[in-house]
């Protein structure tokens, strides 16, 4: 049989695959616990407190449980999706998406400059939000927007899924000011708010650079020869739903459809603003797209039934998506309650002790890059980590600010490829694209980050 031929599972398997697989490493990984301490609201770990303890081999029943509970766990996120899914399915009721991405693709071809400045703007604006309010699952929305505006441009959906996520992604991980992530690692690794902000803007500079770089190549490519595209069959499923070889077929941009945008643009600065401002998370985001859905149904003229049945038709094409994220929050559940994940945060900490300085940064950001599969959770990983790493740092001769740099460095650019995130995974399935194939795609950006990586981690060992 060739290679080619190999048809390999859907998402939902692939993923309670690695369920199963987490579980088998339950009773082959010793268990173990350090204890644990509240520290202004967070849980930390308390130094040297590591200990064996009972093993908890997860069986059959745990498995089957896992998805169960990764439901229960991931409800807000959930919920939230199923909201963006139904507010997104009223603003495509109106008209105004197709009747944007045939103005936007109209312009496109009249005007050859959008080719060349379109993609790096819309992606440096995506990376200075996840750098500084540290844009995650706000992407999410943007996919419904920017796959099918990017097939209608002449790009393939990699392109579509890229311009937001890699941006957004270069972002988080080259970040200067994301609260979530540096402004947690600073404070427990006892370092000023928000200090070495000017080598972080370099670091963020140099990645969301080479982000561009890599997606424009690619973009370029398809754009030229649509043979070159690596899903074909998506970008079909694409075209075919947005009947992209009759542009006729789209409406033109009328003045409700202007309004209609407007009323949805207000909703993405109100955004802004309560993430930045007041601190709005999931709930709040999930009652912000609620409000901009009825609103954009009034703007647009939509009765009562047709807002109602356009709501759940949007919230339903997402119910798979709550599917893979439920599930895939499972292997974390899993290995949480097989008392693993403390047992290969202590392995791995111990690997780098008594490296030399340079190799001990470059080590740590291996590690947490490892971790990074384990708790996704970029605050959540800040908080259990570095009352580890910043003492295990001042041991080596390594500056606690290099030590948040590697950790932010391996926090973030694992995030685009790792089955357990579950933005990541929201993210294709709304693509529609199998996560083993968009593996296959991004680990070549990956590559070229970890080595930009090493390579930023180097003169922090002479500033710092």
């Not at 490892?370 to 003492?391: C, D, R, Y």
Request: net charge neutral; proline share 5%.
């Amino acid at each position: 049989m060739k290679l080619t031929k190999i048809k390999l599972p859907n998402t939902l398997v692939l993923i309670f695959f690695f369920v199963i697989l987490m579980a088998a490493l339950t009773w082959i990984i010793p268990a173990g616990e350090f204890s644990k301490e509240i520290v202004d609201g967070k849980e930390v770990i308390v130094n040297d407190s590591f200990k064996s303890v009972k093993r908890n081999p997860q069986m059959p029943t745990d498995v089957l449980m896992a998805p169960i509970s990764g439901f229960m766990e991931t409800a807000d996120i959930i919920i939230f999706l199923l909201i963006v899914g139904g507010a997104f399915g009223v603003l495509k009721k109106t008209g105004a998406v197709d009747a944007s991405i045939y103005t936007v693709a109209t312009m496109h071809e009249k005007h050859p400059i959008m080719e060349k400045i379109l993609i790096p703007v819309i992606m440096v604006i995506f990376s200075a939000a996840g750098a500084v309010f540290g844009m995650s699952e706000e992407v999410i929305p943007f996919i419904m927007v920017f796959v099918p505006l990017a097939i209608m441009m002449g790009y393939d959906t990699l392109t579509g899924v890229a311009i937001p996520f890699i941006g957004a992604g270069a972002g988080f991980a080259g970040a200067f000011l994301n609260p979530f992530t540096i402004g947690i690692a600073q404070k427990f690794a006892d370092l000023p708010p928000y200090s070495g902000l000017e080598y972080r803007l370099i670091c963020w500079f140099v990645l969301t650079t080479a982000s561009i770089i890599f997606v424009m190549r690619h973009a370029n490519k398809v754009l030229h020869d649509p043979s070159k595209s690596p899903l074909p069959d998506i970008d079909k499923i694409w075209r075919d739903n947005l009947h992209v070889e009759g542009g006729q077929k789209f409406e033109k941009m009328t003045r409700t459809h202007k309004y209609v945008i407007l009323t949805f643009m207000v909703g993405m600065v109100l955004l802004v603003v309560g993430v930045l401002k007041y601190g709005w998370y999931i709930k709040e985001l999930a009652a912000l797209f609620l409000g901009v859905g009825i609103a954009v149904a009034i703007v647009g003229r939509l009765d009562v039934q047709k807002t109602t049945s356009s709501f759940l038709d949007g919230a339903q094409e997402l119910f798979s998506t709550a599917l893979v994220v439920a599930v895939a929050r499972g292997i974390l559940i899993v290995a949480s309650e097989g008392k693993i994940i403390d047992t290969i945060l202590y392995g791995l900490s111990n690997v780098i002790s008594g490296l030399p300085a340079l190799v001990t940064s470059w080590a740590m950001f291996i590690v947490q890059s490892v971790l990074n599969f384990f708790i996704p959770s970029g605050s959540g990983k800040a908080a259990l980590t570095m009352p580890i790493m910043a003492p295990l740092s001042d041991l080596v001769g390594v500056a606690r600010q290099t030590t948040v740099l590697a950790y932010q460095f391996g926090d973030g650019f694992s995030n685009l490829i790792i089955p357990t995130s579950p933005v990541t995974m929201a993210i294709l399935t709304i693509a529609k694209i199998p996560w083993e194939r968009w593996a296959k795609w991004i680990v070549k950006l990956q590559i070229l980050w970890f080595i930009i990586a090493l390579i930023l981690l180097i003169p922090p060992l002479f500033i710092w």
